[in-house]
Every structure is written in C-alpha cells, then in structure tokens.
C-alpha cells in the first residue's frame, strides 16, 4: 500500500514538473511572437494597446472591415475570427491609457443568441490568463472552473496553442505589431466567381433576416456592461457597431438594439445595410466585405469616426 501511494505522489510530481517545465519552454517561445493568430496577434495587441488613441475589438467582421491607417491617429484593429463579445471584453479588461476611444463590434444575433456562454471564444485568451494579470482576473471572475484548472495544469491553458508557437518561433508570418491589425480579404478569380454564381442564382440574395430571439442574452449583456464600466473607468470614448453584411436584420430587431444600447447611454451604429447596391467585387462572402469593400466601408466610417471624437455625434 506505502509503494503504491509512493508511485502515486512520484508520478504526480513528475507531471508537475513536465507540466511547468513545458510551459516554461512555450512562454518563453510566446514572448517575441507577434505573427499568427493564435497568438501573435493578441501579442501584438498587448505590446501596442496602451500606445494608441483609437481600438477596434469584436469577430472577423471587425478584423477584415475595419481599416483607420487614414485616420490620422495611432490606432490597431484587435478584431479576431471566430470570437464574440466574450474574447472582446477580456481584451478590453487589459486597457490603461485613459482617454482612448474603443470601437466594438457586435451582431444582432450575438445579443440575442440565449445558447452563447462566452466561453467557446474567451477559451482562446485561457493561455494569456496566466501571463497577463488584468486577463486572469478576467478569467477568474467570468469563467472560474477555466481559471483554477489553467492554474493547476498550465499546458492545459496552452491547449491549441503550443503548435502556433512553435511554428511561428520559427517562421515569420504577418507582423501584426507593426501594422495596423487590419487584415485584408483578397479573394481569389476562382473564389469571386463563385460567390458571383452563388448569388446569380438568388441562393444567397439579400433578404430580411428574423433574429427570433427576443431577449438580449444575460451574459452578452453582462460582457457589455463590463466593457462601459471599463471605457468609464479609463475616460474613453465607447462606441458599438453593426459592420455590412448581405443578411438584412429585420426592423423590429433593429430598433430593439438601437434601444437597449440607448438605454445603456452608448452610441450605437447600424451599418448592416451600407451598401445599397450589390457589387459581387465588394465581397468576399455574404458576410464579409473584400478588400475593395472594406475600403470604401472604412472610409465612411473614419469620417463618422472624426465626426465623433470631434464632440458633434448626437
């Protein structure tokens, strides 16, 4: 029995120590990465953050919409694919420059999505938790039973992470650090081609999409609140917004939102429907703009943008 709970501790001890000791290996790769997604460009949004006036945070339809290198002011687009409101609100967890201006990006149906729990997206900041004390606080408060195991098995929290790092220790990627953090969608002639047939067959066509949720999501909600505490905390400026996409929302959905962020004294921006007319080359898919697109939609809105921080929004 003693030789058995001997064997027991021994073995446990050795995946202790396997465990800090492959962290420690991945952390230190993890410090000078700023290329990838996984975790270059959240490396890179950590070492610029508190270095710009303006920020933009939410899903792939803020990381490819969003270009303001014209706007005339330091400023890094820190949208990231596949997140949501959860992964934006940790982000913005880490800000300490006062006086910026935060620019997040929602859709009607991540407010209103009842099954969303914030977990599946913020997961991808578990193994940031443990480097960054205003993430892990972040952690600590949101998603708990995340936080203790991250804290207990550390590769646990690098899961899906330490095959980026390796990669990326070795081959240069984007540098999202020195640029902007916009990233372009170029699509290919093959894969215009297609969305222009897609579309042609009326398959894909803009439509009026119902968002049948009626109730905003508790934890949405909650992730939001988090952000204006913290935008009012650092005396920034907070504006939500709605990028183009080809899935109209309906009128009743819309002017639901309009009210709940009133209601919260934020400005809201409803961009869904920007573009009036269809130009195949504007898109890389239905919901979401090329290159091309992107442009003309960032021009528009760096003047809504100045128009803003010039004190004239109502």
């Given at each position: 029995m003693l030789r058995s709970v001997k064997l027991v501790v021994v073995i446990m001890v050795v995946l202790f120590v396997a465990d800090r000791l492959i962290y420690q290996v991945i952390s230190t790769l993890d410090d000078d990465i700023y290329t990838g997604l996984?975790?270059?460009?959240?490396?890179?949004?950590?070492?610029?953050?508190?270095?710009?006036?303006?920020?933009?945070?939410?899903?792939?339809r803020a990381a490819h919409h969003v270009d303001l290198e014209e706007l005339g002011v330091p400023n890094f687009n820190a949208g990231q694919d596949a997140?949501?409101?959860?992964?934006?609100?940790?982000?913005i967890a880490t800000l300490k420059k006062r006086g910026q201006t935060i620019i997040v990006h929602i859709d009607h149906d991540e407010l209103y999505d009842n099954d969303y729990d914030g977990q599946s997206d913020a997961q991808l900041l578990a193994f940031h938790a443990l480097k960054n004390d205003e993430i892990g606080s972040f952690f600590n408060n949101y998603f708990k039973e995340e936080w203790v195991l991250g804290k207990i098995a550390h590769s646990y929290a690098a899961n899906g992470k330490i095959l980026s790092i390796l990669k990326n220790s070795v081959s240069k990627g984007h540098d999202y650090a020195a640029q902007n953090g916009y990233e372009p969608l170029i699509p290919t002639e093959e894969q215009s081609e297609t969305f222009r047939q897609i579309m042609s067959k009326g398959i894909a066509d803009p439509i009026q999409e119902k968002v049948e949720m009626n109730k905003v999501n508790l934890k949405s909600e909650k992730f939001i609140d988090h952000i204006i505490r913290k935008?009012?905390?650092?005396?920034?400026?907070?504006?939500?917004?709605?990028?183009?996409?080809?899935?109209?929302?309906?009128?009743?959905?819309?002017?639901?939102?309009?009210?709940?962020?009133?209601?919260?004294?934020?400005?809201?921006?409803?961009?869904?429907?920007?573009?009036?007319?269809?130009?195949?080359?504007?898109?890389?898919?239905?919901?979401?703009?090329s290159d091309k697109g992107a442009k003309k939609y960032s021009a528009y809105l760096r003047g809504e943008l100045l128009h803003y921080l010039n004190g004239a929004f109502k």
């Amino acid at each position: 029995m003693l030789r058995s709970v001997k064997l027991v501790v021994v073995i446990m001890v050795v995946l202790f120590v396997a465990d800090r000791l492959i962290y420690q290996v991945i952390s230190t790769l993890d410090d000078d990465i700023y290329t990838g997604l996984a975790v270059g460009k959240i490396n890179s949004f950590l070492k610029r953050k508190d270095d710009v006036d303006v920020l933009v945070f939410g899903s792939s339809r803020a990381a490819h919409h969003v270009d303001l290198e014209e706007l005339g002011v330091p400023n890094f687009n820190a949208g990231q694919d596949a997140t949501k409101i959860g992964f934006a609100s940790a982000l913005i967890a880490t800000l300490k420059k006062r006086g910026q201006t935060i620019i997040v990006h929602i859709d009607h149906d991540e407010l209103y999505d009842n099954d969303y729990d914030g977990q599946s997206d913020a997961q991808l900041l578990a193994f940031h938790a443990l480097k960054n004390d205003e993430i892990g606080s972040f952690f600590n408060n949101y998603f708990k039973e995340e936080w203790v195991l991250g804290k207990i098995a550390h590769s646990y929290a690098a899961n899906g992470k330490i095959l980026s790092i390796l990669k990326n220790s070795v081959s240069k990627g984007h540098d999202y650090a020195a640029q902007n953090g916009y990233e372009p969608l170029i699509p290919t002639e093959e894969q215009s081609e297609t969305f222009r047939q897609i579309m042609s067959k009326g398959i894909a066509d803009p439509i009026q999409e119902k968002v049948e949720m009626n109730k905003v999501n508790l934890k949405s909600e909650k992730f939001i609140d988090h952000i204006i505490r913290k935008a009012k905390t650092n005396e920034s400026k907070l504006v939500f917004f709605t990028s183009p996409s080809l899935l109209r929302i309906d009128r009743d959905t819309k002017n639901r939102t309009q009210a709940f962020f009133k209601a919260k004294g934020i400005p809201y921006w409803d961009h869904g429907a920007f573009f009036d007319s269809l130009e195949y080359t504007d898109w890389k898919d239905e919901t979401h703009l090329s290159d091309k697109g992107a442009k003309k939609y960032s021009a528009y809105l760096r003047g809504e943008l100045l128009h803003y921080l010039n004190g004239a929004f109502k």
